[in-house]
């Protein structure tokens, strides 16, 4: 069972940064799509961007384009989501999830059900 463990959250100021990351023990994330999510309080789990397993194409919500971006380093075998400009509806519950069944190493999707396995989530609060 592959296993995610998010990283990198915390508090910080509007107009901050963090970066997350997401990594994986025992499995190599190569051949999988990620995705990031988020969920704030009392509000459902959203999409926030997604890299496919080429690293090839990438996709963003569009309440964080041009302020976040995603990557990864397979060597490392992690993912990344670096978050600029962070604003205080960025506060959430950060999660990553993975997924190996597309056709497509140039295929990555924001739906929640595309994803077969997930993180337990990093916590990320913007406020001043």
């Known amino acids: 069972q592959l296993q995610l463990v998010e990283s990198g959250g915390g508090l910080v100021q509007p107009g901050g940064s963090l970066r997350l990351s997401c990594a994986a023990s025992r499995f190599t994330l190569e051949y999988y799509a990620i995705g990031w999510f988020r969920q704030a309080p009392g509000k459902e789990r959203e999409g926030v961007s997604c890299i496919s397993s080429s690293g090839g194409s990438t996709n963003y919500a569009d309440s964080v384009k041009g302020r976040f971006t995603i990557s990864r380093d397979n060597a490392k075998n992690t993912v990344y989501l670096q978050m600029n400009s962070l604003k205080p509806e960025d506060t959430a519950v950060y999660y990553c999830?993975?997924?190996?069944?597309?056709?497509?190493?140039?295929?990555?999707?924001?739906?929640?059900?595309?994803?077969?396995?997930w993180g337990q989530g990093t916590q990320v609060t913007v406020s001043s």
């Open positions: 999830a993975a997924d190996n069944s597309y056709g497509s190493r140039l295929y990555c999707s924001t739906r929640l059900r595309e994803y077969r396995y």
